[in-house]
């Protein structure tokens, strides 16, 4: 009994140790996330201002200046490649959730789900040889290509899974009233579907909106603000990076309040639809 | 409409195949464009590989398979190898995997086994929002707040008290593979743990109460009953993470340093490919120094490609696994 007894109290303490241990791990993680959103917020709000918003960049060694063009540039391109993503995305959606055979529907998930594990920087050096190269210039077309190619399996895959969410019986019930297959589709199971890709839609956009590495050598940049889809074109994110980099006080300010208002942009969506989605659940 | 004219009269026949026949067009229309948008996919990434290839030819055809084992990058005389490169990608994942494993599975335990739903669930929404943060910021973060600390406290005490081995010695720079490493960790925690956790809940509670009704103390449980039965789910969760940590670049460009060189010493500035690639490509010219860029791409795009598709397989056989029996 007492052997017994104190081989339970070893048993019982180291339970409770690793139990401590793994409740530390997520400690760790909230508190990691503190550290960066508090820094990002703190120096972000004590460097933003109203020329950050609505002044144009300034050249080297100018003080003062904003990021007017490159937020406007992050919209442009956002746009774009949410309008070469969506058709995209939906339509194959639609195929993997409602026409698919097995084999090919599973084909063109696996692609799916491998394509979204591609490196954004590999994807950029694709629109790069692709549209940049041929065009003979850094464009916004050739950025927004590259975006969509990040967005489309998101948009493909969380497109497929809420469509897979609308019982049978709807479809049946919408087949029985003498409807074309395609009509069903179009007017029932993606209205009933809906709150689901818009979710999927907003936090690819989410994503893409933070996109940084396949925009260096494809949208460029531009000190000129926006020019036209076939020339090169500034982006928040873009901004962000050279600025970290430049050996600037003034430069590097603007980073962090640029830091500040993309974190805003993008966890923004993200905790918006993620409400949304979870209160229609219910 | 139309149909209900058809069951009113359905004597007539020549109607009834009209309406089915534009009926059919319609499907097939329809059936044959998100068809065309699925198979484009499969044929972006059949593409890129295509493409990469094209565009590296002028490099392969150079250099051949001494790209890989040749460490030199000289944009002058035009000689280009890939081993640093292909070191400091490995180098940087592996420390990212060791500090990121122990903390995601731990968080992972956490967040399944052990917190209540009220804990469980704002718990997972922050770990989501770490996920959602773009690198460029992370990177932003670990240059300015990360790498200090890591240079000063951290480094100069590794170096202090673990520096009889080769990986701890050397001046602390802070910016560096370490710092590349730790900053990777960061990024995959959220993916692991996300993962990891899915998994977990998947296993019945069954093997739980079977492993409680033996006499087992809750850890017991969870080491002999549920991370037995979740194995596969789990490796694919950390080989997941290992993807993305390969091809990670704008916040390992930011704290790696950017020095083309092989060293054992975790505190030397390093580069991985797709450091190199996002720091060189657009000041880059002639072919064969785009090439070699493009063909370090392509050694990027194939590991991820592998170890992604293992991944996959590991993640998706305990789905099916909890298919059959859930």
Redesign the interface.
Known sequence: MITQGAGYLRRKWSSRAMLILSGLGAGLCILILALILGYILFNGISYLNMDFLTQPAKPVGEAGGGMRDDIIGTFILVILGSAIALPVGLMAGVFLAEYGKPWAASAVRFAADILAGVPSIVVGVFAYAVLVRPMGSYSALSAGFALAIIMIPVVARTAEESMRLVPNSVREAALALGIPRWRAVVGVVIPGALTGIVTGIMLAVARIAGETAPLIFTALGSAFGYQGLDQPIGALPLQIYRYALSPYDDWQKQAWAAAFLLVIIVLGINIVVRLVSRRRRR | MQ??KT?QAPSHKRGNSGTSGA??L??R???N??????????A??I??LI??N??AMPAINKFGLAFLTDSSWDPVKEVFGALPAIYGTLLSSIIGLVIAV??????A???A???PRWLSRP?S??????A??????????G???MVPVIRNPVESWLGSTLGFLPLFQGPPFGVGFLAAGVILA?MI??II?AVSREVMEAVPDTQREAMLALGA????M??KAVLPYCRSGLTGAII?GL??A?????AVT?VIGNSYAITESLFSPGVTI?SK??SE??EASGDVYIGS??EL?LV??VI??LV??I??LLVWRMTTVKAVIG
């Open positions: 149909n209900s069951m009926r059919r319609g499907d229309i329809f059936f464009a998100t068809l065309i948008f699925a198979l484009l996919i499969v972006i990434l593409g890129l493409v990469l094209m565009d122990p903390v995601s599975l731990g968080a335990i956490f967040l086994e052990l917190a718990g929404f922050l770990i989501e929002m770490l959602a943060i773009p690198s460029v910021i992370i990177g932003l973060w240059l300015f707040v960061i925690i959220p743990t103390t809750r850890w017991e969870i080491q997941l993807g993305r390969l091809g990670e670049t704008m930011m797709a690639i996002a490509f657009s860029l493009v791409a990027l795009f991820t490609l992604n598709i991944a996959r």
